[in-house]
């Protein structure tokens, strides 16, 4: 019988549990999954009382009522993986009656997966609504899912904040488009991701930022953001020509190298083709920026030149961008194997895009990634990352 395929993304995060955690035998996984699952109960259960008392905890508004929070009480639920304690939130007049867990209910053994899979996938508000109908039976209004999602904001706020590595050898800089509605209003915003490889080739997404416009100042706000957070040194940053971005990047990090992403050149030069021809001419312009000299490099691009000179387009895209090839051979072949692509940053895009393709979201909150409405999709992305493996090293890393 052939082997049942099983879904990539749930191999991905199992095999970044088993990264951060290491555990050693099926007594440690239950700890993981239970460490794991625990927070995420409370997180949801605090967004239910916020949703029930009608204000968010610390909040100095103007109070409807007198009914207030009343610390916790303490549960303990069965799950498939062994008891978990979590800390559920009361209030004074004790008619706080969550749903997620009711009061009398303790085994939750059958709800993780899809917890996890509202949390890890960053699953849209009517998916997360008919989600819960399926678990418990009965509906869940709009808001307060967004009252139960708003309440790993901190976590997010915490994990864009984060101290980093005082040095990296690569930066990657690669953008998606997400389109949000802001006052009845579709707009398009681009959403940047900055993978980082430290010295020993670690790697770590170190924030994602939202942006209407690129500029120089623009820029030099993110990269001194990083600096506050502990970054004294890049040696290398590759992107795909982003306005402002080396300007940006030079202004806080003076000696850093920005080098311009060659995937994405032969992907601009590839639009002046017709699609029967794109094997055979991005073998030949693998020719010139592989090469094993930068000789080799201009002997293979002029040969480039002169065999597709009738594709005027293509041609002339590469000649307007050769010097980016050019500075490619600045550095050894190890080195040069690693940035010439973004392609390390672009596979989280991927992933990424499989959630912001459902439709359009709002932003109703603010201007930065970490608040708009479509966190549930960012989320994702800290979800993952935070229990990425922090060992992983680039296959291509040994420089």
């Known amino acids: 019988m052939a082997r049942k395929k099983r879904n990539p993304d749930a191999e991905k995060l199992a095999e970044s549990i088993l990264n951060t955690y290491q555990p050693e035998s099926v007594e440690d996984m239950q700890d993981v999954l239970k460490d794991v699952f625990g927070p995420l ?23 409807k009522h007198d009914n207030r929070r009343n610390g916790y009480g303490n549960k303990t639920l069965k799950t498939s993986f062994g008891k978990v304690n979590i800390d559920v939130p009361r209030d004074r007049e004790a008619s706080f009656e969550p749903e997620l867990i009711p009061n009398r209910k303790r085994d939750v053994s059958d709800i993780e997966g899809k917890v996890l899979s509202m949390y890890a996938r960053g699953m849209s508000q009517c998916d997360i609504a008919a989600t819960v109908e399926d ?68 790697k770590e997404i170190l924030g994602l930022w939202l942006n209407q416009t690129e500029s120089k100042n623009r820029w030099m706000q993110v990269f001194d953001e990083l600096k506050v957070r502990g970054v004294e040194d890049v040696f290398f940053i590759s992107m795909d020509g982003v306005s402002g971005l080396k300007e940006g990047a030079k202004a806080i990090f003076p000696s850093v190298i920005v080098q311009r992403c060659i995937v994405h050149l032969v992907r601009n030069a590839l639009r002046y083709l017709p699609s029967k021809d794109y094997k055979e001419v991005c073998r030949d312009m693998k020719k010139f920026y592989s090469a094993s000299s930068l000789n080799a490099a201009h002997a293979a691009f002029d040969s480039f030149q002169n065999r597709r000179s009738h594709y005027s387009g293509a041609v002339d895209v590469c000649k307007r961008n050769f010097s980016h090839v050019e500075q490619l051979f600045d550095y050894g072949s190890a080195i040069r194997k690693i940035m010439y692509t973004t392609n390390a940053v672009e596979s989280i895009h991927s992933s990424f895009r499989k959630v912001t393709k459902k439709g359009v979201f709002s932003n109703e909150n603010a201007q930065t990634v970490d ?26 890393y040994d420089v």
């Not at 997180?43 to 100095?60: C, I, R, T």
Request: one cysteine or more; hydrophobic letters at 40%.
């Open 135 to 202: 678990i418990y039976g009965f509906d869940i209004s709009h808001e307060m899912i967004s009252d139960i999602t708003d309440a790993v904001l901190p976590e997010l706020e915490e994990w864009q904040a984060r101290p980093l590595a005082k040095c990296y050898a690569f930066l990657f800089v690669d953008c998606m488009y997400v389109t949000l509605r802001e006052n009845y209003e579709a707009k398009e915003y681009a959403v940047y991701t900055i993978l980082g490889y430290d010295l020993k080739g670690n």
């Open 371 to 396: 608040k708009v409405h479509f966190m549930d999709d960012v989320y994702s992305l800290f979800f993952y990352n935070r229990f990425m493996k922090t060992n992983a090293r680039s296959d291509s």
């Open 41 to 63: 109960f409370e997180k949801m259960l605090q967004g239910e009382l916020n949703n029930h008392l009608g204000y968010d905890a610390h909040s100095k508004e103007p109070k």
